[in-house]
């Protein structure tokens, strides 16, 4: 724990560690069933939409009809990762 | 058909200091935060959104599933050449040269592997010998030949056995990681963490000046101490049988295929961490480690004194090698 004292007395926690090394899935395996083989190209994705960039903003994602199939509906991958709210905090046991 | 494309989502922390997208890709999901950066515009917007393009291309390119990416017509029984993109030919390359090294990593080990994906029951004697008779790294080049279009020469993948069968599950996403890093690089950021299914690139310095503290996660049921080690501009990979693995008739067998045995690997390493300035190196050498087992741990650290091994045994022992 440092104590900023000189900064009005506020403590903040140093992280112990940013970020954790854990073993993944090791490979680029997708099941069969889980995709959609009629769409297999990848677009570029529009401009960021007028009004983003805003802090802590979520974007809305591209409508560049991306067509990667990953057999799950994404929009429950969205927020697996929201933005941390000071770089200091980043550490999380993931 | 769900909906693929609300598949990212980019978020800035408060202060705008850092901008972070998280997506999905390989089959896991992923994260690349940047820091320090213009942030005032969208120029780092789209360099994220063109980080995500790349992993998606390269998903595109060695997916097992996806019937036109290379790696499923490399696959595809026959001896032809294979015309594929340069990022594979050089992934293959790669891999093959690290073959040459360390013999217990063999991206042949595909033909194998396969009979063990579906765990249905465990194959028998002769399922596993037939599938390691396909396995050998010698049965596969990397050629160039002509375009056939007359546009010159292209990269070409030829088996001299069709049934071979390649795997790029211990390097792929470290490549993948590499080439996310230099993009990065090209578009002027110095301080970034990319997490791609759990492959860490940490470049350069934490945003605060120092070094990053990396933590390595200590698997469920192991009792040891907290391992944190400071790095910088380095990749982290860990390998693992404690994510991966699948039960059959109460037996647990981890993900990895021994290419000596055809078998899942019985290795007393149980997370295999390495740390290296490439992390296409850093992932081929933490799945040998994890394979070779601590009978194995000494020799590769001979052969490798540039990078940094961690090693978790199954009964808590922690082999470091800094």
Request: proline share 4%; hydrophobic share 40%; aromatic share 6%.
């Amino acid at each position: 724990m440092v104590r900023d004292s000189e900064l009005g007395g506020e403590s903040r926690e140093e992280p112990v560690y940013d970020k954790v090394t854990q073993a993944s899935m090791n490979g680029i395996y997708v099941k069969a069933q889980e995709l959609d083989r009629g769409h297999n190209t990848v677009s570029a994705p529009s401009a960021a939409p007028p009004g983003a960039g805003a802090d802590a903003s979520t974007h809305a994602p591209s409508s560049d009809g991306s067509a990667y199939a990953l057999g799950e509906d994404a929009s429950t991958h969205a927020s697996t990762h929201a933005s941390d709210s000071d770089a200091s905090t980043h550490a999380s046991d993931r | 058909m769900a909906d693929f494309s609300r598949d990212y989502r980019i978020a800035y922390d408060v202060g705008r200091k850092s901008c972070t997208m998280a997506f999905r890709c390989f089959d896991t999901p992923n994260s690349v935060t940047v820091y320090g950066g213009d942030f005032d515009g969208y120029a780092v917007e789209d360099v994220l959104l063109d980080v995500r393009r790349l992993c998606l291309e390269l998903h595109m390119l060695w997916s097992f599933s996806l019937a036109e990416s290379d790696i499923s017509r490399i696959n595809a029984r026959t001896c032809e050449p294979v015309p594929v993109d340069a990022r594979t030919a050089r992934l293959l390359q790669e891999m093959k040269s690290f073959h040459e090294r360390e013999p217990l990593f063999d991206f042949t080990i595909g033909s194998a592997s396969f009979i063990w994906k579906h765990f249905d029951r465990v194959p028998d004697e002769l399922a596993i010998e037939e599938a390691l008779s396909h396995v050998s790294a010698d049965k596969v080049s990397v050629v160039l030949e002509s375009d056939a279009a007359g546009g010159g020469l292209v990269p070409a993948v030829v088996k001299s056995d069709p049934l071979t069968r390649v795997d790029v599950g211990g390097a792929a996403k470290g490549f993948a990681a590499d080439l996310v890093v230099a993009r990065l690089r090209e578009a002027g950021i110095e301080s970034a963490d990319v997490d791609l299914g759990g492959n860490l690139f940490l470049m350069g310095k934490h945003p605060a000046g120092r070094p990053w503290r990396l933590s390595v996660r200590i698997p469920e049921g192991i009792e040891a101490d907290r391992i944190v080690v400071e790095v910088e501009d380095v990749s982290a990979v860990t390998s693992g049988s404690y994510e991966r693995f699948v039960e059959v008739g109460g037996k647990r067998y981890q993900h990895i295929v021994d290419p000596a045995t055809g078998r899942p690997s019985t290795s007393d390493i149980v997370s295999a961490t390495v740390i290296a300035k490439s992390s296409l190196q850093a992932d081929m050498l933490a799945t040998t480690l994890l394979m070779s087992g601590s009978s194995g741990y000494a020799g590769m650290l001979a052969r490798h004194p540039e990078c940094e091994f961690i090693a978790i045994l199954q009964d808590g022992t922690i082999l470091r090698s800094a």
